[in-house]
């Protein structure tokens, strides 16, 4: 057979054999069955050998054009199959966006934050700066600037977790305060919001890890009118002006007079229901005049100056805010309670 017979077969053959390939890599497959080194056109170019001189260069022309054609053949499948590729996996990636589909879950932020975030807006929109410190603190800190020295009653009620004799997780935020008063001079106006422990009991309306914000005012001349005047700008802020609070006498070793503060009844308005017992009230916080003995530890001149501060339950604030009645709810990460704050 002669070597143009040969081109006419191994072509006839390829093209055979391309309709049959589904793939690119077949078809890179008879490329190198054909054109590789040892290809079979590859072969015809070993016969140029024993032909004579006069014919060697048309053969070879021959040969070269065959390997033209017979690879142009070879990409104009291979694109033909890479398109059809491109095409189905097109269509297997289609998204039909009027497809109804099911919204991604995503997180929501706590309702205690949400409360928090209130809570600080409000403040801040009174003056207030916004101070925190550390958990683990010192009992120099958490009580005898205070004016809670040991053997203190006072210290009984806080039912204290003791990391050693002068170390405490902290039972309120009040230590912020006496820090804050010692490294800074008057006026001062900070609320100090963080996360408090004291070895409670678990039920509705208690737990050994909650949240506090408090607040403190040092300044010359003020009074406890500034005080009730602080707290109603505050709870109309988070509640309405149609809110009022009311001051009973109450004691504290940090303030002097002392005072717990209820609040018009969210529920109802004031008119009576099971959430105030029939009272139109509900307490929520306490507060005073900062004691003079305080002022004087701290370094601040009680003659010069007065101040009052007050300490809010951030838990009580976000039951009242969303009706929640147990405060367990809060703690235990059911997704069914969270998602309701989306």
């Not at 003791?162 to 039972?171: A, G, P, Q, W």
């Not at 309405?240 to 503060?261: H, L, Q």
């Not at 959430?275 to 004691?291: A, D, P, R, Y």
Request: charged share 30%; net charge negative.
């Amino acid at each position: 057979m002669s070597i143009k017979e040969n081109i006419e077969a191994i072509r006839a053959e390829l093209e055979a054999e391309l309709e049959k390939a589904e793939n690119g890599k077949l078809v890179e497959e008879l490329r190198q069955k054909v054109l590789g080194r040892k290809g079979t056109l590859t072969a015809l170019r070993r016969m140029l050998g024993g032909l004579s001189a006069e014919e060697r260069p048309a053969m070879g022309q021959l040969i070269n054009e065959g390997c033209e054609k017979i690879g142009a053949l070879l990409d104009a499948r291979l694109e033909k199959l890479q398109a059809l590729e491109r095409e189905q996996k097109l269509k297997s990636e289609t998204i039909d966006v009027t497809e109804p589909r099911e919204l991604p879950r995503v997180g929501v932020p706590h309702p205690t934050t949400l409360a928090l975030q209130e809570v600080v807006s409000a403040l801040t929109g009174l003056g207030f700066d916004i101070v925190e410190g550390p958990e683990i603190e010192l009992d120099h800190f958490n009580f005898e600037l205070l004016n809670i020295p040991k053997n203190h009653p006072a210290r009984d009620a806080q039912d204290t977790f003791y990391v050693d004799d002068n170390i405490v997780l902290r039972t309120h935020t009040s230590p912020v305060q006496a820090r804050t008063m010692l490294s800074r001079k008057p006026p001062i106006r900070i609320a100090c919001p963080g996360r408090v422990y004291r070895a409670d009991e678990v039920d509705a309306t208690h737990s050994p890890v909650f949240h506090q914000i408090e607040g403190l005012v040092i300044d010359k001349d003020v009074t406890m009118g500034d005080l009730k005047g602080t707290l109603d700008a505050l709870f109309k802020k988070l509640y309405g002006d149609d809110v009022e609070t009311r001051f009973r006498p109450s004691f504290s070793p940090f303030t002097e007079p002392s005072a717990e503060v209820d609040l018009t009844c969210i529920s109802c308005r004031g008119k009576g229901c099971r959430m105030c017992k029939g009272t139109g009230w509900i307490e929520v916080l306490g507060c005073g005049m900062v004691n003079p003995k305080v002022l004087e530890m701290c370094g601040i001149d009680p003659h010069e100056y007065s101040g009052f501060a007050f300490g809010i339950g951030l838990e009580r604030i976000t039951m009242l805010r969303y009706g929640i009645k147990d405060m367990r709810l809060l703690y235990e990460g059911d997704e069914r309670f969270l998602r309701q704050f989306r």
